[in-house]
């Protein structure tokens, strides 16, 4: 069946020139969109922004995820992706409330490094949900590249959130209609634009949540981790929840992203809808960073963000 | 080799039109012969060849890091 391509692209909201980055040659937007060069210029066409260099178009790599993540089409890699990421959301939730253990690896890159320096990175902050921190390896002052290993034990805990405010503005907030999409970090931190546009992620949901929590007299705050078992560490996903103190006193933790998008592509995910709702699960480890921060640093004094990949497995 | 190993050679060498065969021991992660855009179709593949799911959470990248570990790993039984 022909892909209405001019649909599929009105649908959906491009990266803005400011936080776009064009890196992509044609080859992979083909081999992402299951499509060929004539369904490309339909795209391009329908605005698809671009940038010609050396003859060959090039695309931003979030533009392409969410042409393929909305072209209902069944066989996009971004759809073969997020449906196989997403398939644990239908299983039942006592799974993800046991104990796990993980390998946990993040490779920094400082891709213009000035020189050998510390390396910091924002390290899983696990212990207040339960969880453990152990056999840590950090990395020592150097240039280039670094590893930081440990293991990270995680567990779950029902404790949805109490207050009939908190869960109310949660509850307005997912009926907003605000639409998924794959966003370049720092545009996630510009959380007002990315509402306008009637978008959303996990970062800038949780930005924004958490200041509707504080402006309703709540302490919250938006903090960053890690999604585990993103298939072997092949796949790297930001993820943000928001962290408020409910009216009992304790920690909870919103998941508003995971809940919206476990609604969109997996059926029979309402357990783990409400378990996204204040409850811990086993499957997300926190982190020192707070909501729109980035995870690693490099002391060389490069302007260039290092880069942070995780590779989090579990152990057998 | 067995049928479904051919089809996984098959997969690898129809998406790197510059290896005319594959060795074994080849390193698929290292060689780019399975990048991360392939990744997921490459598991589904070994889905549809095992006939049975693969929970992404159990998976390590050296279970595809050659051929001979993607038979040990996937297809043992046959192998056997």
Do not use: K, N
């Given at each position: 069946m022909d892909t209405p391509w001019e649909k599929v692209a009105h649908s959906i909201e491009f990266v803005p020139v400011k936080y776009s980055s064009k890196s992509q040659p044609e080859s992979v937007a083909q081999e992402m969109l299951r499509c060929g060069s004539a369904e490309i210029d339909r795209l391009v066409a329908a605005g698809l922004p671009y940038e010609e260099r050396s003859g060959i178009r090039h695309f931003d790599p979030n533009d392409l995820y969410n042409l393929g993540m909305y072209s209902n089409t069944a066989k996009t890699q971004p759809e073969l992706t997020f449906r196989m990421l997403f398939r644990f959301a239908g299983r039942p939730v006592d799974d993800l409330l046991r104990t796990r253990i993980w390998d946990f690896q993040v490779r920094l890159e400082c891709a213009d490094c000035a020189g050998e320096a510390p390396w910091r990175l924002e390290e899983p902050d696990i212990a207040r949900f339960g969880g453990s921190l152990t056999d840590v390896t950090a990395p020592a002052p150097g240039s280039g590249s670094a590893t930081y290993k440990a293991t990270v034990t995680t567990t779950g805990a029902r404790t949805p959130v109490l207050?009939?405010?908190?869960?109310?503005?949660?509850?307005?907030?997912?009926?907003?209609?605000?639409?998924?999409?794959?966003?370049?970090v720092p545009m996630q931190a510009d959380y007002a634009l990315v509402h306008e546009l009637g978008a959303t992620s996990c970062i800038a949901a949780s930005l924004l949540l958490?200041?509707?929590?504080?402006?309703?007299?709540?302490?919250?705050?938006?903090k960053r981790g890690w999604f585990c078992g993103v298939v072997g560490g092949a796949l790297d996903l930001p993820h943000a929840c928001v962290e408020v103190e409910d009216d009992d006193g304790r920690l909870k933790t919103i998941d508003i992203a995971k809940a919206q998008l476990a609604a969109r592509l997996s059926a029979g995910t309402g357990d783990f809808q409400e378990l996204c709702l204040g409850s811990i699960y086993n499957k997300v480890i926190p982190s020192t960073a707070s909501g729109n921060a980035a995870l690693g640093h490099h002391d060389c004094g490069s302007q260039t963000p290092v880069h942070v990949r995780a590779d989090i497995r579990s152990v057998r | 080799m067995s049928e479904p190993m051919k089809s996984v050679q098959q997969f690898i060498l129809e998406r790197n039109p510059g290896l005319d065969r594959l060795d074994g021991d080849l390193d698929l992660i290292d060689s780019r012969a399975i990048n991360s855009l392939a990744f997921v179709d490459f598991i589904f593949l070994l889905e549809e060849l095992m006939g049975e799911a693969i929970d992404p959470e159990e998976l390590d990248l050296d279970d595809f890091r050659t051929l001979n570990a993607i038979e040990a790993r996937f297809f043992k039984q046959e192998a056997a």
């Open positions: 207050a009939p405010v908190l869960r109310r503005l949660t509850s307005e907030y997912l009926a907003a209609g605000y639409r998924w999409q794959m966003i370049p958490a200041e509707r929590f504080r402006d309703a007299g709540y302490r919250a705050e938006a | -």
